[in-house]
């Protein structure tokens, strides 16, 4: 199965466990590396280099406690992120310049009982390679809805699992959807998010303002276009492993910065049909290179 659909899941997957608003703000770049097909084999003297801009708000709406004293949530999520990716010596077009991807979603996380919770969501995003707003056309758009049932394990870990819906080539599709959230807090530090992406980190509180994590992320974009005369999809993935350490200010702003490599960049073209859901070729990518990320969270709380 190629990444392409994994992706598009995780992009359209908006699992809001935590509840209470927030502002995150993140740069990241990927330093110069060759491009390889899926032999390994570098396509004579290609290569590129990126930089990622991200922004995520989720802010609830509104909160109610019900008779067993558990809050039902009301919220919207809202998200964008624009990669700029910086290509050279290509001799066709095989790596976009630019990906624009922009998501809005409707949740609401309600209490079955005190160890199951259900997450609904509805929404829709554009994920086009076009940087003015009168040029994104509604091959771009995307629809998405879902539900998704949590279950609290204990105090860290929140498991689940259910059914979204979405449109990625090109027709209505139902897919599996997987929830995972383990947070350790304390001296020692440990993290595992399948939310929007993936992220692991294992860290150690040398101070209470001061965290120093080993960590490995995965994230992307991808954009919807027309190449050939045929409806494609471009995704852009990278993996990224380092050490993060984080300044605490307050209770309210974190500020993380990353320093480490990219150990794979996927970027390729692939049909937007369900063909291509089960095709495993062209996964066309970058070799690893040097990555940095800085980032500021707030949480209104």
Not at 51 to 64: E, F, R
Not at 110 to 125: E, I
């Given at each position: 199965m190629k990444t392409t659909s994994w992706l598009a899941l995780l992009l359209l997957l908006l699992a809001a466990s935590q509840t209470k608003a927030q502002i995150t703000l993140q740069a990241e770049h990927f330093g110069s590396s060759r491009y390889r097909d899926e032999n390994?084999?570098?396509?004579?003297?290609?290569?590129?280099?990126?930089?990622?801009?991200?922004?995520?708000?989720?802010?609830?709406?509104?909160?109610?406690?019900?008779?067993?004293?558990?809050?039902?949530?009301?919220?919207?999520?809202?998200?964008g992120a624009y990669a700029s990716l910086t290509n050279k010596n290509f001799?066709?077009?095989m790596v976009l310049s630019d990906i624009v991807n922009a998501?809005?979603?409707?949740?609401?996380?309600?209490?079955?009982?005190?160890?199951?919770?259900?997450?609904?969501?509805?929404?829709?995003?554009?994920?086009t390679?076009?940087?003015?707003?009168?040029?994104?056309?509604?091959r771009s758009v995307l629809g998405n809805a879902g539900a998704v049932f949590i279950r609290k394990i204990n105090s860290k870990l929140e498991l689940g699992g259910g059914l979204a819906f979405n449109n990625t080539f090109g027709y209505p599709m139902l897919f599996p959807a997987l929830y995972l959230n383990y947070n350790a807090p304390g001296r020692y530090v440990f993290n595992v998010s399948l939310m929007s992406g993936f992220?692991?980190?294992?860290?150690?509180?040398?101070?209470?303002s001061f965290v120093l994590s080993v960590?490995?992320?995965m994230n992307g974009q991808m954009a919807l276009v027309e190449k050939g005369g045929k409806d494609v999809i471009f995704t852009h993935q990278y993996i990224v492993t380092g050490l993060r350490p984080e300044i605490r200010i307050g209770k309210k702003i974190t500020l993380p910065v990353t320093l480490g490599i990219s150990a794979v960049r996927p970027a390729y073209f692939t049909d937007r049909n369900l063909k291509s859901f089960f095709s495993s070729t062209n996964q066309y990518q970058f070799k690893s290179s040097f990555y940095a990320a800085a980032q500021i969270n707030y949480k209104f709380y």
């Open positions: 390994n084999n570098n396509l004579g003297d290609s290569k590129g280099s990126a930089a990622v801009y991200q922004a995520d708000v989720k802010i609830p709406l509104s909160m109610k406690v019900n008779k067993d004293s558990l809050a039902v949530v009301w919220g919207v999520a809202l998200s001799t066709q077009e998501q809005f979603s409707l949740f609401n996380m309600r209490p079955l009982n005190k160890k199951w919770n259900m997450l609904l969501f509805a929404g829709a995003g554009i994920y390679d076009q940087t003015q707003i009168s040029k994104m056309g509604a992220q692991a980190s294992a860290g150690y509180e040398i101070h209470k960590i490995a992320d």
